[in-house]
């Protein structure tokens, strides 16, 4: 079954304390993204990559770290979490296509809570 | 500064009614590509339709249509007599060609369809 999957599907943690979400697709996508939904502000772009090694920022990137050192994978590091981090996290995988024409899949996402 | 806004932050109506969602965005591109997705109180995020700027013809999938229409910059979303099943939130989302890599989501409209 095609998906995006994404562990831990629920965290709490401390604020300080190293943490890594990660997120797996199985459709050889290159494109991957990862968002976080808030209250009132919908989904907003924490970082993208397009291919292995090569990342870069959405509009949110602060305090977030991403590698992308094999195409199926493309974890979410926050080196020192922050209450400010409480958030819910989502990643989703696409094929570039033509510019635009892709769909993106969304992982069910990560409830994260920053104590 | 905002690209997308969903100025309905909550609706509720009553099954068998139709509702419409608006979508208002913010480009100066004449290329580009304008998405809904739905949220289910399960919290995953499920892509309903893709539009691209040149293609203003109206859409409808079953109990589905969404109106583009350039000229005011809205690409709006009705739902012919909902259904309870329909109680989600519904997000409006635009991509640009120039950096199709970036996602700009609206805030969201909650959906409450009582029986």
């Known amino acids: 079954e095609a998906q995006v999957t994404q562990n831990p599907r629920y965290l709490i943690t401390v604020t300080g304390k190293k943490l890594t979400v990660t997120c797996s697709q199985n459709m050889n996508h290159e494109y991957m993204s990862w968002y976080r939904q808030d209250p009132g502000l919908g989904l907003r772009q924490i970082y993208y990559s397009m291919n292995v090694e090569v990342t870069d920022k959405g509009d949110v990137p602060e305090g977030y770290k991403v590698s992308r050192k094999e195409k199926r994978n493309f974890p979410l590091i926050l080196e020192s979490p922050s209450p400010n981090q409480t958030s819910l996290y989502f990643c989703?995988?696409?094929?570039?296509?033509?510019?635009?024409?892709?769909?993106?899949?969304f992982g069910p996402g990560t409830r994260l809570t920053v104590l | 500064a905002q690209k997308v806004t969903q100025a309905q932050t909550e609706i509720s109506v009553v099954e068998k009614e139709d509702v419409t969602l608006d979508c208002v965005y913010e480009?100066?591109?004449?290329?580009?590509?304008l998405f809904w997705y739905k949220q289910p109180p399960s919290g995953e995020l499920v892509f309903l339709i893709r539009?691209?700027?040149?293609?203003?013809q109206n859409e409808i999938s079953g109990r589905y249509s969404w109106n583009f229409q350039k000229s005011t910059s809205s690409f709006n979303f009705t739902i012919t007599a909902s259904q309870v099943v329909d109680s989600a939130v519904y997000f409006c989302?635009?991509?640009?060609?120039?950096?199709?890599?970036?996602?700009?989501f609206g805030s969201g409209t909650k959906l409450n369809v009582k029986p």
């Open positions: 989302a635009l991509r640009f060609l120039y950096n199709f890599n970036k996602f700009y």
């Open positions: 989703a995988s696409s094929l570039p296509g033509l510019a635009g024409e892709d769909t993106q899949y």
């Open positions: 480009t100066r591109d004449t290329t580009y590509y």
């Open positions: 539009r691209n700027s040149f293609d203003e």
